[in-house]
């Protein structure tokens, strides 16, 4: 059982900056892969970006390539999401969520997630 809580929202100006932190219990925290999703009011759950369980390779949707970067620190046992050049679009709950068996962009996959964590871009 692995239980997840996001931090790190908020509002920002677009071009601004946050770092998520997706907190994890459960002593096997390393052996799951964990992603980042954000829904906007009507529309479906999206894939953001994910990790593996060492934290050597990452993956990324397109539209956040180049401004957002994941990253873990197993000892800690802490995912961050680094969001930089943020822009209106990017408003959105932002969830972190863990993957016992793959990794990767389908939402389906995973196991556990958290209860999210809004980000607000004004223009």
């Known amino acids: 059982q692995v239980q997840l809580v996001e931090s790190g929202g908020g509002l920002v100006q677009a071009g601004g900056s946050l770092r998520l932190s997706c907190a994890a219990s459960g002593r096997t925290f390393s052996s799951y892969a964990v992603g980042w999703f954000r829904q906007a009011p009507g529309k479906e759950r999206e894939f953001v970006a994910a990790?593996?369980?060492?934290?050597?390779?990452?993956y990324y949707s397109d539209s956040v390539k180049g401004r957002f970067t994941i990253s873990r620190d197993n000892a800690k046992n802490t995912v961050y999401l680094r969001l930089n050049s943020l822009k209106p679009e990017d408003t959105s709950v932002y969830y972190c969520?863990?993957?016992?068996?793959?990794?990767?962009?389908?939402?389906?996959?995973?196991?556990?997630w958290g209860q999210g964590t809004q980000v607000t871009v004004s223009s």
């Open positions: 990790i593996r369980w060492g934290g050597s390779r990452t």
């Open positions: 969520a863990a993957d016992s068996s793959r990794w990767g962009s389908d939402k389906e996959s995973y196991d556990y």
